[in-house]
């Protein structure tokens, strides 16, 4: 079946470590995005992706970076430059137009300790 | 700055009746208009989307738009234990580029037995 995996579930960050959240798709959605969701809060649009080779900065980009050397993957890193970066992170996909909404993948827990 | 604003809640509905979800938006020119479930701990689910003035049902949910007013509603006829989440609104405005939503934080659903 189609979907979005994202792994690992849960991480934890020591403070100065980076680390990379994984995004994969096989549903052949041209566009990816990364959300970061804080309790009470919205999703927030942190970066997303268009096509192969091509993303743009959302809404909170701050300390964080992405790739999209495939369609099917859009990983995500923290940064150490990101001082709060305990949050639930989605990866999300569409096919682009504003017809279809966005698949969710099951999400990462982040955890600083 | 573009918001999307939804009552946190909780809202809280008895089995059977039906549970009455609102949503705010300030763009004006927004476009494409979707509703998510969101259980506690997991990643959205797309529920219903809709895109002119009026109604839209779908088995047991309506979705309601106006655009005039800048409001979308979700009605869920018939409430279960089930539908216990929160719901995420999501909004489309004409400046946004290809897909990319805001997001209000939420309302959730308490559904008494």
């Known amino acids: 079946d189609g979907g979005i995996t994202q792994s690992p579930k849960y991480l934890f960050r020591k403070e100065g470590q980076n680390v990379t959240l994984s995004c994969e798709q096989n549903l052949n959605h041209d566009a990816m995005y990364w959300y970061r969701q804080d309790p009470g809060q919205g999703l927030r649009l942190i970066y997303y992706s268009q096509i192969v080779n091509d993303f743009q900065k959302g809404d909170i980009a701050e300390g964080y970076s992405v790739s999209r050397e495939k369609k099917e993957s859009f990983p995500l890193t923290v940064t150490s430059a990101q001082k709060n970066p305990t949050a639930f992170y989605l990866c999300a996909s569409s096919r682009g137009e504003t017809g279809y909404g966005y698949t969710f993948g099951s999400g990462t827990r982040l955890t600083v300790v | 700055q573009k918001e999307v604003e939804q009552n946190s809640g909780p809202l809280s509905v008895p089995e059977g009746a039906i549970a009455s979800l609102n949503c705010t938006y300030s763009?004006?020119?927004?476009?494409?208009f979707f509703w998510y479930r969101q259980y506690s701990g997991k990643s959205p689910e797309l529920i219903m989307f809709i895109y002119s003035n009026g109604d839209k049902e779908d088995g047991r949910f309506t979705a309601q738009l106006n655009k005039a007013s800048q409001y979308v509603s979700l009605l869920i006829r018939d409430s279960q234990p089930s539908d216990s989440a929160t719901y995420l609104c999501?909004?489309?405005?004409?400046?946004?580029?290809?897909?990319?939503?805001?997001f209000g934080a939420g309302t959730q659903v308490v559904v008494t037995p």
């Open positions: 999501a909004v489309m405005g004409t400046t946004d580029s290809w897909g990319k939503f805001q």
């Open positions: 763009d004006r020119g927004s476009q494409s």
